[in-house]
C-alpha cells in the first residue's frame, strides 16, 4: 500500500483499458475490459463465479486487477459492503488476500457462502456426486407423477408440467440425501442455477416475467441440466484449488451494510465495491423465481419482507412514502458538504413536482433521497475500518430518472470527503444505456458508468 495515489489510480485505469491480466489480450480486446468491468459477462464464464448468474455482478478481473496494484497478500484485508454472490471474496481466497464480505440479501449470501467453501475432500464429494446422480437418473428414467401445486403460478409459467415435476424430484432428493451441510448446499446451487438454464421461459434479466419475454424454444431437461451443472462445480473445485495460494481467511456476514460492523476500527487495507445502483434494479425481483422453487417465499409481500425491506433504497418498489418526511433528505448530508445537499433536495423537489405530471407517479423523489442517505451511512461504517491511506474503490453508475440527472460518482465522493476522506477521484470506464434509446420514454441523458475511488 506505499504507493502514491495518482500513481495507482493512473495504474488501474490503464490496467483496466489495457486488459493486462487479460491472458490472450490483443489490442481491440483491450479496450473492451473497461467496458466490461461493471458487468458479470466475464465471470460468467470463469471458475467458481459461473456457478450463479448474477447479472447484478461485476468482473472478477477488476478485483484481480486492484488485488495486483495494491500489492496485497495473506497480511491484508480486502472489505466489499455490497459482495454479493462473493466476486470479491472469491478472487481473494484464490489469491490468498483475507475478506471480509457483507450482504443483506438472504438468498445471494447463501450463493457467496457456498461459493468461498472450498474445503471438501475430493474424492468424498466425487463419490457423493456419483451416488445422488445415479439415484436421480434411476429415479426419472420414466415418468413420475408428482404433486406440483404448490408452485406460485410464476414457476408454472416457466416449465412444463413434466419438467417441474422432474426439478421438484431433484429438489427433494437432495433434500433427503444423506451427507454433510456443505455437500447439501452444494447440490442446492447447482439445482439453483439449473433453474433459468432449464427454464421455457426468456427468463432474461433483470426481472423473471415470462408474459414479458419472449418464450425460449428450448425447454431443457431439468436433470441433464442439473449434471452438466454439477460436474461443472466439481471441476471448478479442482481448478481453483489448484491455483490457490495460500490459506486466506473469508468472513462472510449476513448484515445491512449502514450497520456498524464487527471489525476493529483501522483494521481493512482495501474496501472495493459495486454498490446498488440508482437505477431502479429491484434485486428481490432478480431472486424471485429461486426463492418461490425453493419455497423461501410464496408471494411479493413475502419478498418485500425477507429482502426489499432489508436493503438500501435503490428502486421504486421498496418506497413506501409513509416512510418519508417532507424533507427527505437527511439534514446530516448537509453537514458532510452543504453544496451537493441544496443540489440533492432541489433534484428531489423536481422530481416530487415531475412525478405528479406524469403516468406511472413513480416514486423517484424518494428513491434519490434514500438511496444518499443509505449509501453514505454505508461510506461512514467503511471509513471507520479502513486503515489510513487506505483506499474505498467503488465502482458506480450515474442516473437520469425522469430526465433529472444525478451525478452520483461526484456526490458521493463529495460526501465522502464530508466524512472524512482525504480527497476522491473519478474514473469513467464507459458511457451505458444505450440499449433504451430506441425507447420515446426515456430521458436522453447520456449515462455513464465510473470507478470512484476514496482515500482516507
Ligand atoms: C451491485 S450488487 C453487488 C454484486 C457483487 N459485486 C457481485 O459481483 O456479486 C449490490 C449488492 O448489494 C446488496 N445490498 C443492498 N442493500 C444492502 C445492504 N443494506 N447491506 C448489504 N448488502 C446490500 C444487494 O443485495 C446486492 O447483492
Redesign the pocket.
Known amino acids: 500500500m506505499e504507493k502514491s495515489k495518482a500513481q495507482t489510480t493512473r495504474r488501474i485505469r490503464d490496467q483496466l483499458a489495457l486488459g493486462l491480466y487479460d491472458a490472450d489480450s490483443v489490442p481491440t480486446a483491450r479496450a473492451a475490459l473497461s467496458e466490461r468491468v461493471g458487468t458479470?459477462q466475464d465471470?460468467l464464464r470463469a471458475p467458481i463465479?459461473r456457478w450463479f448468474k448474477?447479472p447484478?455482478?461485476?468482473?472478477?478481473k477488476f478485483v484481480e486487477t486492484l488485488i495486483e496494484d495494491y500489492r496485497l497478500d495473506a497480511r491484508h484485508w480486502i472489505l466489499?459492503?455490497?459482495?454479493?454472490?462473493?466476486?470479491?471474496a472469491v478472487v481473494a481466497k484464490e489469491r490468498g488476500v483475507n475478506c471480509v464480505g457483507?450482504?443483506?440479501?438472504p438468498f445471494?449470501?447463501q450463493v457467496?457462502r457456498v461459493k468461498t467453501f472450498w474445503e471438501f475432500d475430493l474424492g468424498a464429494l466425487y463419490q457423493r456426486i456419483e451416488s445422488l446422480l445415479m439415484v436421480l437418473h434411476k429415479t426419472l428414467s420414466r415418468d413420475v407423477s408428482q404433486d406440483v401445486s404448490e408452485f406460485p403460478e410464476l414457476i408454472h409459467k416457466c416449465y412444463s408440467r413434466r419438467n417441474l415435476a422432474r426439478l421438484k424430484i431433484i429438489r427433494d432428493t437432495i433434500e433427503s440425501f444423506d451427507g454433510s451441510a456443505v455437500e447439501r448446499d452444494f447440490f442446492r446451487l447447482a439445482l439453483t442455477d439449473t433453474l433459468r438454464t432449464a427454464s421455457r421461459a426468456g427468463t432474461g434479466w433483470p426481472y423473471i416475467a415470462p408474459s414479458r419475454y419472449h418464450a425460449k424454444q428450448n425447454e431443457r431437461d431439468g436433470l441433464a441440466v442439473f449434471d452438466e451443472q454439477i460436474r461443472l462445480m466439481f471441476d471448478d473445485l479442482k481448478i481453483v484449488r489448484s491455483r490457490q495460494r495460500g490459506n486466506a481467511e473469508t468472513k462472510l456476514l449476513q448484515?445491512?451494510?449502514?450497520?456498524v460492523y464487527p471489525l476493529e476500527e483501522a483494521s481493512v487495507d482495501l474496501a472495493v465495491?459495486?454498490?446498488?445502483?440508482l437505477n431502479n434494479?429491484d434485486?428481490?425481483d432478480r431472486t424471485r423465481l429461486e426463492m418461490y422453487f425453493w419455497g423461501w417465499a410464496k408471494s411479493w409481500g413475502e419478498i418485500t419482507e425477507k429482502?426489499r425491506d432489508?436493503?438500501?433504497i435503490?428502486a421504486t418498489t421498496q418506497i413506501r412514502r409513509n416512510d418519508f418526511s417532507d424533507d427527505p433528505v437527511n439534514a446530516d448530508l448537509g453537514e458532510l458538504d452543504a453544496r451537493v445537499y441544496d443540489e440533492l433536495r432541489a433534484r428531489v423537489h423536481r422530481l416530487g413536482r415531475l412525478r405528479l405530471e406524469k403516468g406511472g407517479k413513480k416514486s423517484y423523489d424518494l428513491m434519490v433521497a434514500g438511496y444518499f442517505n443509505?449509501v453514505s451511512q454505508?461510506m461512514r461504517q467503511v471509513y471507520r475500518v479502513l486503515k489510513p491511506q487506505s483506499r474505498f474503490v467503488l465502482?458506480l453508475g450515474d442516473s437520469a430518472p425522469y430526465g433529472v440527472h444525478i451525478p452520483t460518482e461526484e456526490y458521493l465522493g463529495k460526501l465522502g470527503v464530508g466524512i472524512g476522506f482525504r480527497r476522491y477521484e473519478i474514473q469513467q470506464l464507459r458511457t451505458r444505456g444505450e440499449k433504451w434509446n430506441h425507447n420515446p420514454q426515456r430521458h436522453q441523458v447520456a449515462l455513464r458508468e465510473s470507478i470512484l475511488i476514496l482515500e482516507k
Open positions: 458479470f465471470s463465479h448474477y447484478a455482478g461485476f468482473s472478477y466489499d459492503p455490497f459482495v454479493g454472490c462473493g466476486t470479491t457483507i450482504e443483506a440479501h445471494v449470501f457467496a448484515m445491512d451494510a449502514r450497520q465495491t459495486s454498490p446498488p445502483y434494479y434485486y428481490a429482502v432489508k436493503l438500501i435503490a443509505d454505508v465502482i
